[in-house]
């Protein structure tokens, strides 16, 4: 009962989000590259549902335009996780103590020593800052994150007699990953990918906030929250609501990965009889 | 046990030289050559070249390396370019603040999450339980620097108990430099807290399900006593790992809370160092970091033996 | 009045009804033993006479350890009643104790709980005597051990020794052997009876295995589906046995299927003095590898046509040997040879005389992927062939399989989770038959199955063997399935075939010391007169 309530729940946030993000492409209710000095930090009114900003700029479309570099620079951040962890994962667990399983455990504990702030810091020191970086930096965190779920489940997959019963049909290690070892990880993927997916978004709030990750005029939720701070007590919803659209994206994922986990888990499903 | 330390401890050394090389590759050999780099690009030749001798880059490349390295171990962390002084001086007066707020935040989230989780997987559908979760799952989502924005908003600027940002020094007294630090602790700690009483809970709820829990059960424990005396411990060892890997997000949490409330720390520094081009300083202040993560990940493997004798005494 | 009462004892679990209208009795000094096979409510009887049901348990009926009413009985009683007047000792002694506590503190706690006057060295003192008597003296296992520094057998000691430190008046045994090795079980069979006999216990012994329980007990109860169907002293009750389930159940634990075959002089498989060493982790850091010999130069034939066993105990490394038979690992001495061609040339398999080999393995539930369906399942083995065979050729070879092993060809699109256990093996062979094999391995083929499922499996193969021509080479711990359905068996210990021989002539007159102890070990179904079945 409450698996399916956190899962419908988590969806509609999740879709409201991405919704938005998408009418943005073709609609916004103001231009937000148009600055309205007369109407700045204007308190939420009909005409401005949740107010302008310090340039006059409405902030509900400057949400809605944001949730697009946010929602960006997660997907891309997971898929470059995925795409190379669990690659790296499914062959560390098909040549299990072998020096390759041993170099991908040693390169994943080494990535885990460096944040994804640190990893931003970094490429920032050398390339300068930008959405690009903030991509690679949280992408490049999410490999090892990756790559030890799918080493981990594998490994116990590989245990198992139905993958002797391939062996026994001739099939090689590589083969056998994608046939048998791979459909039977993925339920796993899918809920780490959206626990991974809300991480990123927080993630690029940070980047952004400390100024590591999009730069002006690209607007993301992380900066306007930066431009809020010294306005803080003065206009109090220019921090509100960009921290809110975070918060409910973030917890729609989450309640939507907490959904699928108990939907697509069948050790839970079983458990609840 | 003296097997398994020394183990872990050759692998934190690797761990170690790995990290350096990686920053050092970074820092000093991907982006060409760092004194043109630094000084920008209307930098005169000759101002290049002094530089160039100044950081000591007229020597080959595994030379600057090794000179790094060997700085580091005898706490030499080179000159910072912008401010004239030494590194190490920097960092020194600069841990003092980063490395409490950390040590409080990770001490703050521990103390509020085990007992939450605890309580949460022992009344398991409960209605503390199902608040527990609601709010841990709140506390999930929120950025830890928003958070510490609306702290500011409640607390500095509506009610005025605490000021908005700053630190007085610990001249000042350690009141004074600890009530400076709560609010970025609490704004650290909350978030982390809703994650490890999370996992608190679910490792519990797993230890729980176990086959030695009924064996417990039916020596006559009761469900309190068989929680306290078996599965506390055995859940220890999943709540371990996370809250190593949650002091490297403390690490950079702390780095951008510094910036909320304009603490003169490591997170600071860094920052400055970065709009400033001061790669040396860049550079050293990110190893100090990578170490500390990797120091407490060498820490939690020692606990891990310490909780677990099957890691202590291999057959 | 008796030790332990069940009257009328229904269950219910989330409204699932688990238990109907259950009645049995026990009295002190005896042993009363329950016999079911899986799903039959013996273990929840168990558990309902502790109080430990799972969540949402609904119990009506009532329940009395001497005069002490367990159903309605505080929470707090039952915790007084539980490790001092009732104890219980589980199937799976690997997952049964802490892994993070010694043996010692384990014991003792039963002694501490109950009695909190005692002084921790007392408690201790009185552990190293409860150990004691449970066959684990102090010169060898000190309190100080962890349960991963002792094998299956002696973390059960360790159970029992929890169980029986307060000398309750009643021991539940619920399945206690099952996991362990049939000379194992007989040494913990044996430790029971002396505990019970020795304190006057009443012994609830629960098992799926007549002969088990059919050796130790004084009165025997029969479960089938929640119910008890029948009931009545172990001496007399096979002979006088009445419901048709216990009959079937008694004719299916001594099933002896029919077989038609007659191997030939040929050997269709040559095993040569091979040689399986694994590489075990170093012992200290600069130190070397440390080799493990797993199989030790064994040599064997198995004739076209015959039924070959292999019996051991787990580590015996007849799996190893089944995986080097198969192709999946290479040897590091010796040679395999199916029809005078090696397995494998180098280190590299040969795939066409894998073609001629398949496999059946023990677990029907981790035997398949369970996201394929059992088309596909059922087809894996065509990856053997160089040119896979067209659709239709596909499709009628699935069929004839799926109707080969009794099923419907329409099963074929179904998946994996919809079939029985009994059902599932009967899939992994047509799996195994489906490219046509000479030779099939069937690594304890048989050994997960209830006994009644058995005799229909070893029935088939039977069939088979006739209809097919099949070769086996039947590897088990059973030893009443090796002797039912081989030719020859043989004897394998610590990588070693220790002895070699015609079934009945190694049955009747084992040679070897090690093939003597296990035959001694092994439990006997109870002779019954003719006119009985």
């Given at each position: 009962?409450i698996?399916s309530?956190?899962?419908w729940i988590g969806?509609?946030?999740?879709?409201?989000?991405a919704?938005a993000?998408?009418?943005?492409?073709?609609?916004?209710?103001?231009?937000?590259?148009t600055l309205?000095?007369a109407?700045?930090?204007?308190?939420?009114?009909?005409a401005?549902?949740?107010?302008?900003?310090?340039?006059?700029?409405?902030?509900?479309?400057?949400?809605?335009?944001?949730?697009?570099?946010?929602?960006?620079v997660?997907?891309v951040?997971?898929c470059?996780?995925m795409?190379?962890?669990?690659p790296?994962?499914?062959?560390?667990?098909?040549n299990?103590?072998?020096?390759l399983d041993?170099?991908?455990?040693?390169?994943?504990?080494?990535?885990?020593?460096?944040?994804?702030?640190?990893?931003?810091?970094l490429?920032?020191?050398?390339?300068?800052?930008?959405?690009?970086?903030?991509?690679?930096?949280?992408?490049?965190f999410?490999?090892?994150?990756?790559?030890?779920?799918?080493?981990?489940s594998?490994l116990?997959?590989?245990?198992?007699?139905f993958?002797?019963?391939?062996r026994?049909?001739?099939?090689?290690?590589a083969?056998i990953?994608?046939?048998?070892?791979l459909?039977?990880?993925?339920?796993?993927?899918?809920?780490?990918?959206?626990?991974?997916?809300?991480?990123g978004?927080?993630a690029?709030a940070?980047?952004?906030?400390?100024?590591?990750?999009?730069?002006?005029?690209?607007?993301?939720?992380g900066?306007m929250l930066?431009?809020?701070?010294?306005?803080?007590?003065l206009?109090?919803?220019?921090?509100?609501?960009p921290?809110?659209a975070?918060?409910?994206?973030?917890?729609?994922?989450?309640l939507?990965?907490?959904?699928?986990?108990?939907?697509?888990?069948p050790?839970?499903?079983?458990?609840?009889? | 046990?003296?097997?398994?330390?020394?183990?872990?401890?050759i692998s934190?050394?690797?761990?170690?030289?790995?990290?350096?090389?990686?920053?050092?590759?970074?820092?000093?050999?991907?982006p060409?050559?760092p004194?043109?780099?630094?000084?920008?690009?209307?930098?005169?030749?000759?101002?290049?070249?002094a530089?160039?001798?100044?950081?000591?880059?007229?020597?080959?490349?595994?030379?600057?390396?090794?000179?790094?390295?060997?700085?580091?171990?005898?706490?030499?962390?080179?000159?910072?370019?912008?401010?004239?002084?030494?590194?190490?001086?920097?960092?020194?007066e600069?841990?003092?603040?980063?490395?409490?707020?950390?040590?409080?935040?990770?001490?703050?989230?521990?103390?509020i999450?085990?007992?939450?989780?605890?309580?949460?997987?022992?009344?398991?559908?409960?209605?503390?339980?199902?608040t527990?979760m609601g709010?841990t799952?709140?506390g999930?989502?929120?950025?830890?620097?928003w958070?510490?924005?609306l702290?500011?908003?409640?607390?500095?600027?509506?009610?005025?108990?605490?000021s908005?940002?700053?630190f007085?020094?610990?001249?000042?007294?350690?009141?004074?430099?600890?009530k400076?630090?709560?609010?970025?602790?609490?704004?650290?700690?909350l978030?982390?807290?809703?994650?490890?009483?999370?996992?608190?809970?679910?490792?519990?709820?797993?230890t729980?399900?176990?086959?030695?829990?009924?064996t417990?059960?039916?020596?006559?424990l009761?469900?309190?006593?068989?929680?306290?005396?078996?599965?506390?411990?055995?859940?220890?060892?999943?709540v371990?790992?996370?809250?190593?890997?949650q002091?490297?997000?403390?690490?950079?949490?702390?780095?951008i809370?510094e910036?909320?409330?304009?603490?003169?720390?490591?997170?600071r520094?860094?920052f400055?160092?970065?709009?400033q081009?001061?790669l040396?300083?860049?550079?050293?202040?990110?190893?100090?970091l990578v170490?500390?993560?990797?120091?407490?990940?060498f820490?939690?493997?020692?606990?891990?033996?310490?909780v677990?004798?099957r890691?202590?005494?291999?057959q | 009045?008796s030790?332990?009462?069940?009257?009328s004892?229904?269950l219910?679990?989330?409204?699932?009804?688990?238990?109907?209208?259950?009645?049995m009795?026990l009295?002190?000094?005896k042993?009363?033993g329950v016999?079911g096979?899986?799903?039959s409510?013996?273990?929840?009887?168990?558990?309902?006479v502790?109080?430990l049901?799972?969540?949402g348990?609904?119990?009506?009926?009532?329940?009395?350890?001497?005069?002490?009413d367990?159903?309605?009985?505080?929470?707090?009683?039952l915790?007084?009643?539980?490790g001092?007047?009732?104890?219980?000792?589980?199937?799976e002694?690997?997952?049964?104790l802490?892994p993070?506590?010694?043996?010692g503190?384990?014991?003792?706690?039963t002694?501490?709980?109950?009695?909190?006057?005692?002084?921790?060295?007392?408690?201790?003192?009185?552990a190293?005597a409860?150990?004691?008597r449970c066959?684990?003296p102090?010169?060898?296992?000190?309190?100080?051990?962890?349960?991963?520094?002792?094998s299956?057998?002696q973390?059960?000691?360790?159970?029992?020794?929890?169980?029986?430190a307060?000398q309750?008046?009643?021991?539940?045994?619920d399945?206690?052997?099952t996991?362990?090795?049939?000379?194992t079980?007989?040494?913990?069979?044996?430790?029971?009876?002396?505990?019970v006999?020795e304190?006057?216990?009443?012994?609830m012994?629960?098992?799926?295995d007549?002969a088990v329980?059919?050796d130790m007990?004084?009165?025997i109860?029969?479960?089938?589906?929640g119910?008890?169907?029948?009931?009545?002293?172990a001496?007399?009750?096979?002979d006088?046995?009445?419901?048709?389930?216990?009959k079937?159940?008694?004719?299916?634990?001594?099933h002896?299927?029919e077989?038609n075959t007659?191997?030939?002089d040929?050997p269709?498989?040559s095993?040569r003095?091979v040689?399986?060493?694994?590489?075990?982790?170093?012992?200290?850091i600069?130190?070397?590898h440390?080799?493990?010999r797993?199989?030790?130069?064994?040599?064997?034939?198995i004739?076209?046509?015959?039924?070959?066993g292999?019996?051991?105990?787990?580590?015996?490394?007849?799996?190893?040997?089944?995986?080097a038979?198969?192709?999946?690992?290479?040897?590091?001495?010796?040679?395999?040879?199916l029809?005078?061609?090696p397995?494998?040339?180098?280190?590299?398999?040969?795939?066409a005389?894998?073609?001629?080999?398949?496999?059946?393995?023990?677990?029907p539930?981790?035997?398949?992927?369970p996201?394929?369906?059992?088309?596909k399942?059922?087809s894996?083995?065509?990856?053997l062939?160089?040119?896979?065979?067209?659709a239709?050729?596909r499709?009628?070879?699935?069929?004839?399989?799926?109707?080969?092993?009794?099923l419907?060809?329409d099963?074929?699109?179904?998946?994996?989770?919809e079939?029985?256990?009994?059902?599932?093996?009967?899939?992994a062979?047509?799996r195994?038959?489906i490219i046509?094999?000479?030779l099939?391995?069937?690594d304890?083929?048989?050994s997960?199955l209830?006994?009644?499922i058995?005799?229909?499996?070893?029935?088939?193969l039977?069939?088979?063997?006739e209809?097919?021509?099949?070769?086996?080479?039947?590897?088990?711990?059973?030893?009443?399935?090796?002797?039912?359905?081989?030719?020859?068996?043989?004897v394998?210990?610590?990588?070693?075939?220790?002895?070699?021989?015609?079934?009945?002539?190694?049955?009747?007159?084992?040679?070897?010391?090690?093939?003597?102890?296990?035959?001694?070990?092994?439990?006997?179904?109870?002779?019954?007169?003719?006119?009985?079945?």
């Amino acid at each position: 009962m409450i698996a399916s309530r956190n899962l419908w729940i988590g969806a509609a946030l999740t879709a409201g989000f991405a919704l938005a993000a998408l009418i943005s492409f073709i609609w916004v209710p103001y231009d937000i590259e148009t600055l309205n000095i007369a109407e700045r930090m204007k308190t939420p009114t009909g005409a401005h549902p949740l107010g302008t900003d310090h340039f006059g700029r409405d902030i509900l479309s400057m949400i809605m335009v944001g949730a697009r570099t946010s929602i960006a620079v997660a997907i891309v951040a997971v898929c470059i996780g995925m795409g190379f962890g669990v690659p790296l994962g499914l062959a560390a667990a098909s040549n299990r103590g072998s020096l390759l399983d041993e170099l991908i455990g040693r390169g994943n504990d080494l990535i885990f020593a460096f944040p994804s702030l640190l990893i931003a810091i970094l490429i920032t020191a050398n390339f300068g800052p930008s959405a690009v970086n903030a991509i690679i930096a949280i992408g490049i965190f999410n490999i090892p994150v990756f790559a030890r779920l799918t080493r981990g489940s594998a490994l116990s997959l590989w245990q198992r007699e139905f993958i002797l019963a391939a062996r026994v049909a001739g099939k090689g290690s590589a083969r056998i990953s994608i046939e048998h070892i791979l459909p039977n990880v993925l339920n796993l993927l899918i809920v780490q990918g959206t626990i991974q997916f809300s991480l990123g978004i927080l993630a690029e709030a940070s980047l952004s906030y400390v100024g590591l990750g999009a730069q002006p005029p690209v607007p993301s939720w992380g900066r306007m929250l930066a431009d809020s701070q010294t306005m803080i007590s003065l206009a109090p919803h220019l921090a509100l609501f960009p921290g809110l659209a975070i918060v409910l994206t973030v917890l729609g994922l989450n309640l939507l990965g907490d959904g699928l986990r108990d939907l697509l888990d069948p050790r839970l499903r079983r458990d609840r009889g | 046990m003296v097997r398994y330390v020394l183990k872990r401890l050759i692998s934190l050394a690797i761990s170690l030289v790995v990290a350096s090389v990686v920053i050092f590759a970074a820092i000093e050999v991907i982006p060409g050559d760092p004194a043109a780099f630094m000084l920008g690009i209307n930098a005169q030749p000759d101002t290049i070249a002094a530089l160039r001798e100044q950081l000591g880059l007229d020597v080959p490349m595994f030379q600057r390396y090794f000179n790094w390295v060997g700085g580091l171990l005898v706490g030499d962390f080179g000159t910072s370019y912008t401010y004239r002084t030494e590194v190490a001086d920097m960092i020194g007066e600069r841990l003092w603040i980063s490395l409490p707020l950390a040590l409080i935040a990770l001490t703050l989230s521990t103390l509020i999450a085990f007992p939450v989780g605890i309580l949460a997987a022992s009344r398991r559908g409960s209605v503390a339980d199902v608040t527990v979760m609601g709010v841990t799952q709140l506390g999930v989502a929120v950025p830890n620097f928003w958070f510490a924005m609306l702290m500011v908003l409640v607390f500095s600027i509506n009610l005025r108990w605490f000021s908005a940002g700053g630190f007085p020094g610990w001249d000042e007294g350690l009141f004074a430099g600890l009530k400076a630090l709560t609010l970025p602790a609490i704004s650290l700690a909350l978030p982390q807290a809703s994650i490890l009483a999370r996992v608190m809970r679910s490792a519990l709820l797993d230890t729980l399900g176990e086959d030695f829990m009924r064996t417990a059960r039916a020596k006559g424990l009761t469900r309190k006593q068989a929680l306290w005396r078996h599965a506390l411990r055995n859940a220890m060892i999943p709540v371990l790992t996370i809250i190593g890997l949650q002091f490297s997000f403390l690490m950079a949490g702390a780095i951008i809370i510094e910036n909320v409330f304009f603490l003169p720390g490591l997170g600071r520094l860094i920052f400055q160092s970065i709009s400033q081009r001061d790669l040396i300083v860049v550079e050293s202040v990110v190893m100090l970091l990578v170490f500390a993560v990797i120091l407490i990940n060498f820490a939690v493997d020692i606990a891990y033996a310490v909780v677990d004798p099957r890691l202590r005494r291999s057959q | 009045m008796s030790l332990l009462e069940i009257e009328s004892l229904s269950l219910t679990i989330r409204g699932t009804p688990i238990l109907r209208e259950v009645s049995m009795s026990l009295d002190a000094g005896k042993t009363l033993g329950v016999i079911g096979e899986s799903g039959s409510g013996k273990s929840m009887t168990a558990f309902a006479v502790m109080q430990l049901l799972p969540n949402g348990s609904q119990a009506t009926g009532a329940i009395r350890v001497k005069d002490f009413d367990v159903l309605t009985a505080s929470e707090e009683a039952l915790c007084d009643l539980r490790g001092n007047d009732v104890s219980i000792i589980f199937q799976e002694p690997m997952t049964a104790l802490n892994p993070l506590k010694t043996i010692g503190d384990q014991v003792a706690e039963t002694i501490l709980i109950h009695e909190n006057t005692v002084a921790k060295s007392a408690a201790m003192a009185r552990a190293r005597a409860a150990l004691d008597r449970c066959e684990l003296p102090g010169s060898r296992f000190s309190l100080g051990l962890y349960p991963h520094e002792l094998s299956g057998g002696q973390r059960q000691r360790v159970v029992i020794a929890m169980a029986i430190a307060l000398q309750p008046k009643l021991l539940i045994a619920d399945e206690p052997t099952t996991a362990l090795d049939v000379t194992t079980q007989a040494e913990i069979l044996r430790l029971l009876k002396r505990l019970v006999d020795e304190d006057g216990m009443g012994l609830m012994l629960i098992s799926h295995d007549l002969a088990v329980v059919a050796d130790m007990a004084d009165e025997i109860v029969i479960m089938k589906d929640g119910e008890v169907v029948e009931r009545g002293p172990a001496a007399t009750l096979f002979d006088t046995m009445r419901h048709p389930y216990t009959k079937a159940l008694y004719a299916a634990s001594g099933h002896q299927p029919e077989r038609n075959t007659t191997p030939e002089d040929t050997p269709l498989l040559s095993v040569r003095d091979v040689v399986r060493d694994y590489r075990l982790p170093r012992t200290s850091i600069f130190g070397a590898h440390e080799q493990f010999r797993a199989v030790d130069h064994v040599s064997f034939d198995i004739r076209r046509g015959e039924s070959l066993g292999l019996v051991g105990e787990s580590g015996c490394g007849k799996s190893t040997l089944t995986r080097a038979i198969l192709g999946l690992e290479a040897v590091q001495g010796g040679e395999i040879l199916l029809d005078g061609a090696p397995v494998f040339t180098g280190n590299v398999p040969n795939r066409a005389l894998r073609r001629r080999m398949q496999v059946v393995f023990q677990d029907p539930y981790g035997s398949f992927n369970p996201r394929h369906r059992v088309d596909k399942l059922v087809s894996e083995p065509f990856h053997l062939y160089d040119t896979p065979p067209s659709a239709k050729e596909r499709d009628e070879a699935i069929a004839e399989a799926l109707h080969a092993v009794g099923l419907n060809p329409d099963d074929r699109l179904k998946y994996i989770h919809e079939f029985s256990g009994g059902q599932r093996q009967r899939i992994a062979i047509a799996r195994a038959l489906i490219i046509r094999p000479d030779l099939i391995l069937l690594d304890e083929a048989v050994s997960a199955l209830d006994v009644s499922i058995r005799a229909q499996i070893l029935d088939l193969l039977a069939d088979l063997a006739e209809s097919h021509g099949l070769t086996y080479l039947f590897i088990s711990h059973d030893l009443s399935v090796v002797r039912s359905i081989t030719d020859r068996v043989l004897v394998m210990k610590s990588g070693k075939i220790v002895e070699e021989g015609p079934t009945e002539t190694v049955f009747d007159a084992p040679a070897h010391e090690y093939t003597q102890r296990l035959i001694a070990a092994a439990p006997v179904l109870p002779d019954i007169a003719a006119t009985a079945v």
